[in-house]
């Protein structure tokens, strides 16, 4: 069955926040993971997973913002979005990853920036900035992808 969590609604006003967290580890411990996924099936399409703001009339649209957490004797965290895989003799095509900054409907007003920046370093010697790679797939009985910048 279906589950939905539902903040209550503000007639005159704000609407109420949700919160999902995990409690802070222990002084010897780590904090809980946090995992959301769909089920897998045998039989069909699997479930898709979709983060969503609300629009704004009167305001700006809501943001999604996801943030990794900082190391201290560790590397920072990683960001890994990987899209999906087709398998099996009657597969299809690999699943297409998409990144677009939003346009601007409005008269003499500028569409979203895209921006990549690769890390900063720290250090004197071996300390180097982060490199940003672009590369197209390889294709196994046909050509590879192209790149177009």
């Excluded at 539902?6 to 995990?22: L, N």
């Excluded at 071996?126 to 009985?141: L, N, S």
Aim: glycine residues 26%; hydrophobic residues 35%; without cysteine.
């Amino acid at each position: 069955g279906a589950v939905t969590v539902t903040s209550g609604k503000g007639t005159a006003t704000s609407s109420g926040g949700v919160t999902v967290a995990t409690a802070d580890g222990g002084t010897a411990g780590v904090s809980g993971d946090m995992l959301l996924k769909t089920g897998t099936t045998t039989a069909g399409n699997s479930g898709s997973y979709t983060v969503t703001t609300g629009a704004a009339v009167g305001g700006a649209g809501g943001a999604i913002e996801m943030t990794v957490g900082t190391g201290n004797t560790g590397a920072g965290g990683a960001v890994k979005l990987t899209a999906g895989q087709s398998t099996g003799a009657s597969g299809d095509d690999g699943g297409a990853m998409e990144l677009t900054a939003g346009e601007s409907t409005v008269n003499n007003k500028a569409g979203g920036d895209v921006t990549v920046t690769a890390g900063q370093g720290a250090g004197t010697t071996a300390g180097a900035g982060g490199a940003v790679a672009i590369a197209a797939g390889i294709g196994d009985t046909a050509l590879g992808g192209a790149v177009t910048v």
